[in-house]
């Protein structure tokens, strides 16, 4: 337990180099699927996918993102023929994106690949353990989402 600065800072130094090997392991599920795709790119693919469609500027406020930054990658996902728009129904002016039947057949084929390595990863955690972690995540996550982009 992290009762003195000394410890707490210590706990931070291994937050932020786990958290950055684990951001590895990200990028390389991402080039995985596609190695053109930077992990960006994947990750707004499987946002899209999870929302069953969302606005660029939807994806823009979830990830604190900058707008350009977004578009950037949403028009790489449409050149590879990952994403598509589609007129909002509520709104004809606006556009949604959506995941083409190559984009959704390319998040479920590292999807099996991905349970697989955390099954292996965390196999030896109980379930109390997993609950725990998830909650931690969710809390870290959530933490610090009304701060503007970069």
């Known amino acids: 337990m992290a009762d003195t600065p000394q410890d707490r800072e210590e706990s931070l130094d291994v ?9 590895r392991r990200a990028r390389s599920t991402a080039a995985r699927l596609h190695p053109d795709l930077p992990l960006v790119s994947y990750t707004l693919l499987a946002h899209i996918d999870h929302r069953h469609g969302c606005r660029a500027a939807d994806l823009a406020a979830h990830y604190m993102l900058d707008k350009s930054t977004v578009s950037r990658q949403v028009a790489t996902l449409e050149k590879l023929g990952l994403v598509e728009r589609h007129p909002d129904p509520s709104d004809q002016r606006t556009q949604v994106l959506h995941p083409t039947a190559a984009g959704t057949e390319a ?3 590292t999807q099996a690949s991905r349970r697989t390595a955390y099954r292996e990863r965390l196999g030896t955690w109980t379930s109390e353990d997993l609950e725990q972690f998830a909650q931690y995540l969710l809390r870290y996550n959530s933490t610090g989402e009304g701060s503007s982009p970069r």
């Open 15 to 23: 937050i932020q180099r786990e958290l950055t090997a684990f951001a």
């Open 107 to 109: 998040l479920d084929s």
